[in-house]
């Protein structure tokens, strides 16, 4: 378990007790001891060496693959490549190194240059939210999109105009066993159902009639009474 403070060294806890190692990691995603941090949504990504005493910076003075945002970043659920969504897209990390981008510039369709947030299917495909801002609290969602990583295209996405989210505040995604896609807004939280056909589902509540039955018990004859 690695657990990132405000306030003073991240923590590592083995099934031979806690290590705290280096300091301020408010973001922290670690697999396969790959472990990356950063401290705010505009500064340098930081790779952590295997032992987890040093670190590399990374940003758009030393890579051209990013920019000066990390909204979000993560590790794919079945390969060990990193994902850090930022204004431009996402840059993509193997190892030490970025090595790819996904943008407006090489994935089609793609609605918008900045990825608030984001989360992997479980095929690898990428539901995203796009927007503006520098802070959650502030963010300023304007599409959700699919990203299918077979087609590299963003073949599905949705705004105010076409689904039942509320796009004035900010948003929450997340991904179900089912790859459903789960959507918490600032009033609801809101489903869309993945089959052939792609659906909303809807927020009312299917009204359930009054009715009474008697005399209850009967050995006989029933009346029933209905609005």
Known sequence: IYIGRVTGDFVRITDIGATY????????????????????????????????????YFGPDTCNLLD???????????????????????SLAFGETFVDTITMNNAPNMPYPSIIEFEFDSQDNIWAVFGDGGFPDFFFPTYIGYFDRNLHDWTLIYDQSNCPVDFSQHLDIEIDQNDNL???????????KINTTPTWLSLVEESTDSFS???????????????
């Open 68 to 90: 000066y945002s990390n909204h979000d970043f993560k590790f794919a659920r079945y390969s060990d490549t990193l994902y850090v969504a930022g204004d431009q897209g996402f």
């Open 182 to 192: 789960w959507v918490c807004d600032n009033y609801d939280l809101h489903v869309l």
């Open 21 to 56: 190692h280096w300091p301020t990691s408010r973001r922290l995603v670690v697999k396969n001891r790959s472990a990356w941090r950063t401290n705010s949504f505009s500064s340098s990504i930081q790779k952590l060496n295997s032992t987890f005493d040093s670190i590399t």
């Open 213 to 227: 039955v008697f005399p209850n018990p009967s050995s006989g004859a029933i009346s029933i009474q209905t609005d």
